[in-house]
Nanobody, 120 residues
Framework: QVQLVESGGGLVQPGGSLRLSCAAS????????MGWYRQTPGKERELVAS???????NYADSVKERFTISTDNAKNQVHLQMNSLKPEDTAVYYC??????????????WGQGTQVTVSS
């Protein structure tokens, strides 16, 4: 039951950059993994990047070498730095938090999303 609020979306030209932020209502150390997903109309939500509370990051092949996920533990925030943006990066980006619960299972919480549009 963690509240997540995304920010930083907007309109950017191809080749430009944006930095998305996700503010969590609890300490990030209490969250096993946080990730960024994206979704376009009519398509399934897909994983963009994730990072564990141990600092292990993973990226979708389509964004490797362009996107960087990072944490600001003092502010309970996760960021997604997006560089060299392409029109195909256009989507609603969602923040997800996965918490470890009793029984070693995960409980997922989602933010409401922020729109990223890459267009000239």
């Amino acid at each position: 039951q963690v509240q997540l609020v995304e920010s930083g979306g907007g309109l950017v030209q191809p080749g430009g950059s944006l930095r998305l932020s996700c503010a969590a209502s609890i300490s990030i150390f209490s969250i096993y993994v946080m990730g960024w997903y994206r979704q376009t109309p009519g398509k399934e939500r897909e994983l963009v990047a994730s990072i564990t509370n141990g600092g292990t990051a993973n990226y979708a092949d389509s964004v490797k070498e362009r996107f960087t996920i990072s944490t600001d533990n003092a502010k309970n925030q996760v960021h997604l730095q997006m560089n060299s943006l392409k029109p195909e990066d256009t989507a609603v980006y969602y923040c997800k938090a996965s918490q470890v619960i009793v029984g070693q299972r995960l409980y997922d919480s989602w933010g409401q999303g922020t729109q990223v549009t890459v267009s000239s």
